[in-house]
């Protein structure tokens, strides 16, 4: 009889776990503000430790940001990525903090921004040089640049900054062709094409000091770089993903770096050149 209860049991449990729902795990992409998993969280942050200490500049170009139609979409090789999100291009509050913070732990003075966009982490950088600091910043993009700029003149720190309307590569390849200027950088910041990263690094590599910084924003890119073959990503995160996952393989096996990625943002990789 005990027997008998046991396998009926035991039929009972099989049955349930038959007609039970298998669960299918799909991606989510996150949001580029923040890789917390919760908004809450993420919104305790901001309004405790970021918006309090943010200086006024830096929160009127923010606010000026969110609320320009200055963007409507990307081509890339023949592809319209008409879903593109503009926030994604500019830096979030919380990392332009950081940004701002870690070029004073450094001391750093002469620096590189390649990618400005509206120039949030462009001004974060100005307010955190010295008077006499520089800042070669570059983008193709003048217009959105021109959005951000009375503020940063009314900020006083227009006078650090060397603007150059362009692709930033031929910039750098004449940079490295100029021995004086190797070692030269104490600090560069990139958030501009991801499939040209790892063209960046191979020249950056040799302009930035030895003990220098070069940090690499999106480098966890929404997300995205721990997600299935067949996850629905939209079209413009499924292109870069594969260029970021490649630059951040080749970032881990680089002996000339030390580095550290760090959740905050869309993800920042920061290399410090050993030699």
Known sequence: MAGTSVAAAEVKAQTTQAEEPVKVVRHQEVGHKSLLQSDALYQYILETSVYPREPEPMKELREVTAKHPCFHGVRKQGIDFLDFDRNLMTTSADE???????????????TMEIGVYTGYSLLSTALALPDD????????NRENYDIGLPIIEK????HKIDFREG?????????VKNEDMHGSFDF?????????YLNYHKRLIDLVKVGGLIAYDNTLWNGSVVAPPDAPLRKYVRYYRDFVMELNKALAVDPRIEISQIPVGDGVTLCRRVY
């Open 96 to 110: 332009g903090q950081f940004l701002g913070l870690l070029l004073k732990l450094i001391n750093a003075k002469n």
């Open 133 to 140: 600091g520089k800042i070669l910043a570059m983008d193709i």
């Open 155 to 158: 900020a006083g720190v227009a």
């Open 167 to 175: 692709p930033a590569m031929p910039v750098l390849d004449e940079l």
């Open 188 to 196: 560069v910041f990139v958030d501009a094409d991801k499939d040209n």
